[in-house]
Structure formats: C-alpha cells, structure tokens
C-alpha cells in the first residue's frame, strides 16, 4: 500500500510544485498580457487597414460584366457593407467562438486553410537560414574576439560590413542576376523541379535544397553580419571582465576560459535577439519569396496587400504579432536556464 501511494504522492508534489513556481506564474501573467496585447493589436491594425481608399471589390466594379447585384451580394457575404466597428466585431466573434478567420476574397477559400498550406515552405526556407546564420556567424563572432585587431578579424569585420551594406532587396537581385550568368546550375523557380513527383524519396529531399540555395543565402546575409558583429562585440565586453582575468591568473586553458566562462555569458543578448528572429521567421520572407517564387506566407501576404484581402491580412498580422510574443517568452525562458541568476520577476 505504501510502495503504490509514493509515486502518486511524487508525482502531485511535482505537479504542485510546478504550478506554484515563478516560471509558471511568470508564463501565466505573460500570457494575460499577450492576450491583451493581441486584441489591441488586431483593432488597431483593422482600422488601419480600413483607412486604405477603395477595398477589394473596387477592382470587380471596374469590371462592366460584373452587374451591381453581384457587387452588393459579395459586399453582404465579406459584411463589408457594414460599419468598421461591426466588422470588427463579427469577425472577432468568429475567430473566438468557431476558430475562423474569415474568407479569403481573392481565393474564395477559408484564410486559415491558406496559411497552413504555405506555412510549411516559409518555414521551411526560414529554419534553414536561421541555422545557417547561426552556426557560421557565432564561430566567426568568437574567432573574431579572440583574433581582435589581427588580419583574420580584419577580413571578418570586413565581411561583416559588407554584408551589413547589402539588404535582402539588393542580395536577391544579385542573386538572381548570379543565377542568370550560371543557369541551369541554380534554379530560380518555384520550390520544386517539373520532374519532382517523378523522383526519389532522397532524390525530392535533393531537388528541394537545391532550389533553397539562393533564397536562404539571400535571407541570411545581412542576419549573418550584423550576428558576427554582436558576438564578436559582446565576447570582448566579457573578455575583459575581472573573473576573466582571474580564470587566466589561475592558469586554466585558454579554451576553457572563452568557450566555459566568457561565451557562457556573452550568449544571454544573443537569446534575447533569437527571440526576435523567431517572430520574423514566417513574415521576414517576403522580399525573398516574391524574388524566387518560392510558394510561403510572406509571398501570399504581399499578394494579399495588394489586392486588398481584408483578412487574410489580418490574419498574417495576427500570426506575426503571436510569434512575437511567443519568441519573446522564450527568450526570456531560455535566459533564465542558461543564467540562473536572473529572476524572472525583475523582467516584467
């Protein structure tokens, strides 16, 4: 009887502790806020949006074939022959009490249908330039602290500026100008060859990063040099703290010094900025989709403002403003597991 009551006993105490700890209290208010937050947000950016002159149906009453009936059936259909306020509100009853949000106008399809198809590709293209640009700009960041003012850091910093000085909008172009001069090396097309239902298993995985190639090397380049730089810049802050000094006084390894006691430290801004690039991983694409008519969300949001599709826009908006949130409090959670010290209460 009492071998059997122990785990039971185990497990609730576990489960209380849980609940009763500052992480979950901490998680709890964080999530109070963001649903505050995500209200005000989706009313403001409504009314922004409404702001805009005409809305999608001023394209169908340019069209003599489209009679006014059919105008003013699709205007009660989308409720845009409603007051904004009340189309506010019908649409954010939906969104509570059925989980929709709303029809697409362009496509005649459920928005929330649409996203999660393109969702998959934009993550898809964005996780992999995230990793890449992590795990090439932290390396070359702490190499560049530690070869400070050398000819390696030199090239680096240079690099570095250089990539700085070449936004997404400008990189795509050269990209695909690159692309031109080398074709067929690099396809520019699409996510996918013609023959890609044709091949293999590894053979589809295959065809599917060789068409990522230039769009995440134009998706990262600029995210990489301004990385470099941080990791490089917040390694040397740390390098010449006192404990420092103090693990080289004692006679530890260089490389324990760095990779053990200063990178430990110099890494919390860095999770800090992850937490913001994690917002941007569905949204920050577009530019780079429309460049390579790669089939993702940024793609389908930049069609839809212009078009007008009242929304699907809001519906994008309001999956950028959650990532956001979540980004963030997963910054603020990963800090805490890597740096103990710091309280979760003195960042509200």
């Known amino acids: ?55 999608y149906l001023d394209t169908l009453r340019q069209n003599p074939q489209i009679s006014e009936d059919t105008i003013k059936g699709l205007e009660e259909r989308f409720g845009l022959n409603k ?37 998959p590709a934009t993550l898809l293209l964005s996780i992999t330039s995230l990793i890449a640009t992590w795990a090439i700009a932290i ?7 530690v070869k400070q003012n050398q000819m390696l850091d030199r090239v680096l910093r240079t690099i570095s500026y250089i990539g700085q000085g070449f936004p997404t909008l400008i990189t795509g172009l050269l990209l695909l100008f690159f692309a031109q001069l080398t074709s067929p090396l690099f396809p520019v097309g699409g996510m996918t060859s013609i023959e890609h239902e044709d091949l293999t298993t590894f053979g589809k995985f295959l065809d599917i990063g060789w068409h990522m190639i230039l769009p995440t090397i134009a998706l990262s380049i600029t995210s990489f040099a301004g990385l470099q730089r941080i990791t490089r810049g917040e390694l040397l802050d740390v390098l010449r703290q006192d404990y420092v000094r103090t693990a080289r006084a004692k006679g530890l390894p260089e490389n324990k010094v760095i990779y053990v006691h200063a990178l430990r430290n110099a890494v919390n801004p860095l999770i800090t900025l992850l937490g913001f690039e994690f917002a941007g991983l569905l949204s920050g694409a577009f530019i780079t989709e429309t460049y390579f008519n790669w089939p993702g969300l940024g793609r389908l949001t930049l069609q839809a403002v212009q078009s007008q599709d009242l929304y699907l826009i809001m519906a994008a908006l309001m999956m950028g403003a959650t990532l956001l949130i979540v980004g963030n409090l997963l910054a603020d959670l990963l800090l805490k597991g890597v740096d103990p010290r710091i309280k979760l209460a003195d960042m509200q």
């Open 1 to 55: 009887m009492t071998t059997r009551t122990l785990p039971i006993e185990s497990i609730w105490k576990g489960l209380l502790g849980f609940f009763t700890s500052e992480t979950f209290s901490y998680v709890v208010k964080r999530l109070l806020q963001a649903a505050f937050t995500l209200l005000l947000a989706s009313a403001l950016s409504f009314f922004i949006i409404q702001l805009a002159p005409g809305d």
């Open 83 to 119: 007051p904004i306020w009340d189309q506010y509100i019908l649409w954010l009853t939906q969104i509570l009490t059925r989980g929709d949000f709303g029809i697409s106008f362009a496509y005649q399809r459920p928005v929330a249908a649409l996203l999660w198809e393109r969702v």
């Open 139 to 145: 390396p070359l960041g702490v190499i560049g602290a």
